[in-house]
């Protein structure tokens, strides 16, 4: 027998319409999922192209491994969100200052798949070559952005970002070989990486303190620069150049791509919100179980839970203020000792397989194939009736899903083993979307 015949509810992203998200098991409309989501948004499709979808309508985002665009989609959750750029495709538009440089639009096809990319060229002097916004009366002071855009090498293999504000010696920089995606130098930046898009195509995204002056800023590099101590200069042909598209700047972490066209004030993408997975759920004991991977190590709680509705019954799991932290609870309107599990995991920015296992017997806490921790119940919760990603006021599990499952029992710790485990090495580098070399 497969584990998932014991399961209540099943959810694999799949199915769905606006509004909803379908479930496997049970078989009928009480398991599935409301969503919601005020605005369109942008997913990576099964081709591997970024598109657009409508308001309202769940994004089953696809994983990119090497450029490869693998088979199973996940379910992408974020927050709301602004990308402050306001022309994020047109390079050429007045809002960019172009500093020894010239841009022909629409020069190459984009990763949303149109003749929509620019091409950035160094022009015959010997200076450094930019285009550069100036977002300082957009931003503020001591708080974190993160700047990306997508590039592609040309003539030119290495694309160049500075933030501006300050000397060169200062200001967070950073050279990126266009041809491997690898980041050759780097300084100033909280965090930096580098996603291969396929076709050529290169995401960076460059997380940054903001200081008094924020410009962004896309050098086109020509070869034997390595080191960010200068500034770059170097004599262009007038014809030399790399492709760039879909710049963005947001708030904390890098998140989906927000396309601009000279809106004020930018763009906002509304959060996602999932609620409302109406079952029946075991009261005495049972399984909640989650295959999920955070956004960033933040410092606000991201929960999933079984509950009531309210805060007064629930059982939940949610990645928390500590560093990778787990933190698993159980709490009962009958009183008495709410028990709970804090550990942490290696990284929750990675895929990790999560049970709860509560009943009268105990309180148990699994990850990734390990039992993390135990604790005792004096109480267990009352008319559990919904399985949500947020529970009244508390922060929802953003981030990307793959799986969801309840039980209406308590498995045994060799169920949980096997529940939480991967099958071979091959099945969990490819799901943490390792290289293989």
Request: net charge negative.
């Amino acid at each position: 027998m497969s584990i998932y015949d014991k399961a209540s509810l099943v959810h694999i992203p799949s199915g769905y319409r606006s509004g909803t998200l379908y479930n496997v098991l049970p078989n009928n409309s009480d398991g599935d999922f409301d969503f919601s989501r005020g605005s369109t948004a942008t997913r990576v499709n099964k081709d591997g192209l970024i598109e657009t979808v409508a308001s309202g309508v769940p994004r089953l985002d696809y994983p990119l491994l090497d450029g490869v665009v693998q088979d199973c989609p996940h379910l992408l959750l974020e927050p709301s969100r602004t990308n402050l750029i306001p022309y994020s495709e047109d390079f050429s538009n007045s809002g960019w200052t172009l500093d020894n440089t010239t841009v022909v639009a629409n020069s190459a096809v984009s990763p949303d798949g149109s003749l929509n990319a620019d091409k950035i060229i160094a022009t015959a002097i010997n200076s450094s070559h930019s285009a550069f916004i100036s977002l300082s009366s957009s931003t503020s002071s001591g708080t974190s952005y993160c700047y990306s855009f997508f590039a592609k090498a040309e003539e030119y293999t290495k694309t160049a970002i500075r933030i501006g504000g300050g000397g060169y010696s200062s200001q967070p920089m950073a050279v990126i070989n266009l041809l491997n995606g690898s980041v050759v130098s780097q300084q100033g930046f909280i965090s930096l990486s580098v996603k291969d898009f396929s076709n050529g195509w290169y995401k960076i995204n460059a997380v940054f303190t903001a200081t008094s002056s924020v410009a962004p800023n896309i050098q086109p590099i020509a070869d034997g620069f390595t080191t960010t101590s200068d500034n770059y200069t170097y004599n262009g042909d007038g014809t030399s150049g790399i492709y760039i598209w879909g710049a963005q700047i947001e708030e904390d972490y890098p998140t989906s791509y927000i396309p601009t066209n000279g809106e004020v004030g930018g763009v906002t993408r509304s959060a996602d919100a999932v609620n409302g997975a109406e079952a029946t759920f075991n009261d005495s004991e049972g399984v909640l179980y989650a295959n999920v991977a955070d956004f960033y190590d933040s410092t606000t709680s991201r929960v999933i839970s079984i509950s009531d509705g309210t805060l007064n019954n629930r059982v939940f799991f949610k990645f928390y203020t500590v560093s990778n932290g787990i933190e698993a609870t159980l709490i009962s309107s009958s009183g008495g000792t709410n028990p709970q599990i804090t550990t942490t995991t290696s990284d929750t920015s990675n895929y990790n397989k999560i049970a709860l296992k509560y009943s009268s017997n105990g309180f148990n806490l699994w990850a990734n194939g390990f039992e993390l921790g135990t604790d005792t119940v004096t109480n267990l919760p009352n008319n559990l009736s919904d399985l949500s990603f947020d529970t009244a006021s508390l922060n929802p599990l953003y981030g990307k899903t793959k799986e969801v499952m309840t039980f209406n029992e308590a498995l045994s710790d060799t169920e949980l083993e096997a529940l939480t485990s991967y099958d071979s090495f091959n099945e969990m580098a490819t799901e943490q979307l390792y290289t293989i070399e």
